[in-house]
């Protein structure tokens, strides 16, 4: 158990290690466990830190770590990149002509409130 929570402590797993000390019971001291008492704590607790993997797994299969796989590929983050940067040109394209329109339309009404006629 040591080991696994120095481990989980190098790797920054700061909520894992959380977890096993919640399920510690520290007012059972434990000179007053039984061997075969010991046996069942530390089965318990190998228990709760498989389970941890198991979730720790699970967890990395859910976004945002599905990206991992684009974001160290320079072909998929190539082709994704291209793939918006179309869309950002043509909706920059089209900003620049509404812009366009509004100055327009600015000097228009602009210029009939100086002059009336």
Request: hydrophobic share 35%; charged share 25%; proline share 4%.
């Given at each position: 158990l040591?080991?696994e929570?120095v481990?989980?402590?190098?790797?920054?797993?700061?909520?894992?290690?959380?977890k096993?000390?919640?399920?510690?019971?520290?007012s059972?001291k434990?000179n007053?466990?039984?061997?075969?008492e010991?046996?069942?704590?530390?089965?318990?607790?190998?228990e709760?830190?498989?389970?941890?993997?198991?979730?720790?797994?699970e967890i990395?299969k859910?976004?945002?770590?599905?990206?991992?796989?684009?974001l160290?590929d320079?072909?998929l983050l190539?082709?994704e990149?291209a793939?918006?940067?179309d869309?950002?040109?043509?909706?920059?394209k089209?900003?620049?002509?509404?812009?366009s329109?509004?100055?327009?339309?600015t000097?228009?009404?602009?210029?009939?409130s100086?002059n009336?006629?």
């Open positions: 040591r080991e929570v481990t989980l402590f190098l790797n920054g797993k700061t909520k894992e290690i959380k096993i000390y919640s399920t510690f019971d520290f059972v434990n007053d466990l039984s061997p075969q010991l046996e069942t704590e530390i089965s318990c607790i190998q709760k830190i498989a389970d941890l993997h198991k979730e720790r797994k990395k859910s976004f945002p770590f599905t990206l991992i796989p684009v160290t320079t072909n190539a082709d990149v793939k918006y940067s869309g950002i040109n043509e909706l920059t089209q900003k620049h002509r509404l812009e329109k509004l100055s327009g339309l000097a228009i009404y602009d210029y009939g100086i009336p006629n």
